[in-house]
């Protein structure tokens, strides 16, 4: 399944490189790209036609790492072609973007900013992945409530 970012700005220093870092993580389990856009109205002409969208809004609906990666596994078992996540500029993501999303997420109570946000995005995303595959990187429980299986380097300690 194909899964994009479409953000308004560029990342910049000092969370570039980090953002990059899981960016790259992510792709080793996803189709991933990122759309960076200047512009609102650059963002809502970019919407990928048949995708799942996800608003990143601070009037949304939390969920957690496993939910997460149950809701992506689930679009990719009923064959969803793309979830597509929205990141908007300093003032968020307006009424006509919010109304076109199937779903509003919301990464914390604090308001981040846009660099922020597309950092923790990418860094979920890249756990999703690893729960999806019940790979080590998550420590908590999966969503079968299963703990992940331990590395072979906790195995030895």
């Known amino acids: 399944m194909k899964i994009t970012t479409i953000v308004v700005g560029r990342a910049g220093a000092p969370l570039k490189d980090a953002i ?3 960016e790259t993580r ?10 960076e856009v200047t ?3 650059r963002l809502l002409a970019r919407l990928p036609e048949r995708a799942q969208i996800v608003a990143l809004t601070r009037t949304g609906q939390g969920m ?18 793309e979830v597509c996540f929205l990141i908007g500029g300093a003032f968020g993501l307006g009424p ?3 109304e076109r999303a199937q ?7 604090a308001t981040l900013p846009h660099e922020m946000a597309r950092l923790v995005l990418a860094e ?8 999806v595959r019940n790979e080590p990187y998550h420590k908590g429980p999966t969503s079968s409530g ?6 072979a380097k906790s195995k030895r300690a």
Request: hydrophobic share 35%; glycine share 4%; aromatic share 12%.
């Open 20 to 22: 990059l870092e899981y």
């Open 26 to 35: 992510a792709g080793r389990y996803w189709k991933f790209n990122v759309i």
């Open 39 to 41: 512009s609102e109205a």
């Open 64 to 81: 957690s790492s496993t939910d997460l990666a149950a809701y992506l596994q689930e679009h990719a078992l009923h064959s969803t072609p």
């Open 96 to 98: 006509d973007i919010l």
């Open 103 to 109: 779903k509003r997420w919301s990464l914390s109570d």
């Open 124 to 131: 979920q995303l890249y756990r999703a992945g690893t729960i």
């Open 146 to 151: 299963r703990k992940p299986r331990p590395s």
